[in-house]
């Protein structure tokens, strides 16, 4: 198996034998991206920890397999319905941007399209304005997506300062790939059972659009959804006979070329 | 960009058993609705209905963003976008 890149995985949700599978198969990097614990958190300190948790802790873990370990830091979309704790925690993040492995601020977004999901996206994103940080949005689930995305894309086109380059549109579908590649982002496609992509419906939007600008994901979690979704795809890309070029530059080269737009990027370590 | 590497005899080839398996799945859960009864009301029943139809549409390369359209919530354009701030 070649070296692959996981651009949106939520390890602090896995346990210590997916890294061990995920390195076995050839992934030499991951984001993790700030998101939703699964539980409504009670203040802006148990936000401190989970950056903790994010920052220091989880690239030792990864390290331990040859993987490293880049985040998004955010208040997620479906705690962003709270405007006063979500101000709280975004007035947390300037602390921990300098950290060499933090690659800008995500996953932000929408959950089911509400004012104040808006105000706190637009809020994300004057912040990653002022501090120069790349993007990673979350679009929303099943019957909000649609609608979500496009809120999203013309909040986007209203804040002249955004830069679509800078930016990387998560969980696009059939139906929001184009529009978000046609903006000029770059867009990632969620392998994940059921409510988001299959490895060969991804397959199918690759040759549809060409590849340029996108990228595949897991989106590993809690729920159910699977760490090695991404050899799911690049085995799913082999057996319909498409060039290794192709497959390297959707599951690794692309995450990269965007990863390296970050200020602070360090570079890819060689493997060990 | 178009980049199909594969004929339409080389895909049906790979993936008619497991067209079939999921066509067999979607009948069972039909019959299992309707075993219960009591949802001809529920507007879920008429949507899957629509999606079924959308399968049944003559060569197409966009019958899945329909099926995703079918199953979303209308964009209203004009709603009140928060404003970027310094």
């Known amino acids: 198996m070649s070296n692959y890149i996981d651009p949106h995985i939520h390890m602090i949700s896995r346990v210590t034998d997916d890294y061990h599978r995920m390195s076995l198969a050839g992934c ?11 539980f409504d958190r009670g203040s802006a300190e148990g936000f401190r920890d989970y950056f903790h948790h994010l920052v220091d802790v989880e690239p030792k873990r990864a390290a331990q397999f040859g993987i490293q370990h880049f985040s998004w ?15 709280d925690v975004i007035r947390l993040i300037p602390e921990y941007l300098e950290r060499p492995n933090v690659l800008g601020i995500g996953e932000i977004g929408l959950n089911k399209n509400t004012a104040n999901e808006a105000t706190i996206f637009q809020e994300h994103v004057d912040l990653a304005m002022r ?16 609608k979500g995305t496009l809120m999203i894309l013309d909040m986007f086109r209203n804040d002249k300062r955004v830069q679509p380059d800078r930016v990387c549109i998560d969980h696009v579908e059939e139906h929001t790939i184009k529009p978000a590649l ?5 867009v990632g496609m969620t392998l994940y059972p059921v409510t988001k992509c299959t490895p060969e419906r991804a397959c199918d939007m690759v040759e549809m659009f060409g590849g340029e600008r996108m990228m595949v994901n897991s989106a590993g979690d809690w729920g159910r959804s699977d760490p090695m979704a991404v050899p799911e795809f690049i085995l799913a890309m082999r057996r319909r006979g498409h060039p290794e070029a192709l497959i390297r530059k959707v599951a690794h080269d692309n995450p990269l070329a965007f990863w390296q737009k970050s200020r602070r990027w360090p570079g890819l370590s060689p493997r060990p | 960009m178009k980049l199909s590497v594969k004929s339409a005899t080389q895909v049906l080839d790979d993936r008619h058993l497991e067209i079939r398996a999921r066509i067999l799945e979607l009948a069972a859960e039909l019959d299992r609705v309707d075993r219960g009864g009591g949802a001809e009301a529920d507007g879920r029943l008429d949507l899957i209905r629509s999606g079924i139809r959308i399968l049944l549409e003559g060569p197409s390369a966009g019958r899945a963003e329909k099926v995703q359209l079918l199953f979303s919530d ?3 354009p004009g709603w009140k976008i928060p404003q970027p701030r310094q």
């Open chain 1, 28 to 38: 030499v990097a991951i984001s993790e991206p700030a998101f939703w614990a699964g």
């Open chain 1, 73 to 87: 830091l955010c208040i997620n979309a479906k705690e962003a319905e709270n405007v006063s704790l979500s101000r």
């Open chain 1, 131 to 146: 501090t120069n940080e790349l993007i990673l949005v979350h679009t929303p689930h099943l019957r909000d997506k649609h």
């Open chain 1, 182 to 186: 046609d903006a000029g982002y770059w």
């Open chain 2, 74 to 76: 209308r964009y209203e």
